[in-house]
């Protein structure tokens, strides 16, 4: 298993991109649909970052950085 390729072990069908300007709560959302814990970050085609579900917790809300609430809800 340790010898396996990531490519190999990637599920296809459960990975996510989004553009940079995403809201946090849009990442959530589609992290839960896909039943996911990262999403990658692009910008023009190219990997600019990985925004994961630590990120939203310790980044966004234990900072108080949810500045627009109502948007979870949307």
Same mark, same amino acid.
């Given at each position: 298993m340790y010898a396996a390729r990531i490519s190999e072990v990637m599920d296809r069908k459960r990975r996510l991109v989004a553009a940079r300007e995403t809201s946090v709560a849009r990442a959530a959302k589609l992290m839960a649909k896909k039943n996911v814990g990262a999403?990658?970050?692009? %910008?023009?085609?190219?990997?600019v970052g990985i925004f994961t579900e630590?990120?939203?917790?310790?980044?966004?809300?234990? %900072?108080?950085?949810?500045r627009a609430p109502r948007a979870w809800t949307r």
């Open positions: 999403i990658m970050v692009v %910008e023009d085609k190219r990997l630590r990120d939203a917790v310790f980044r966004v809300i234990a %900072e108080g950085r949810d």
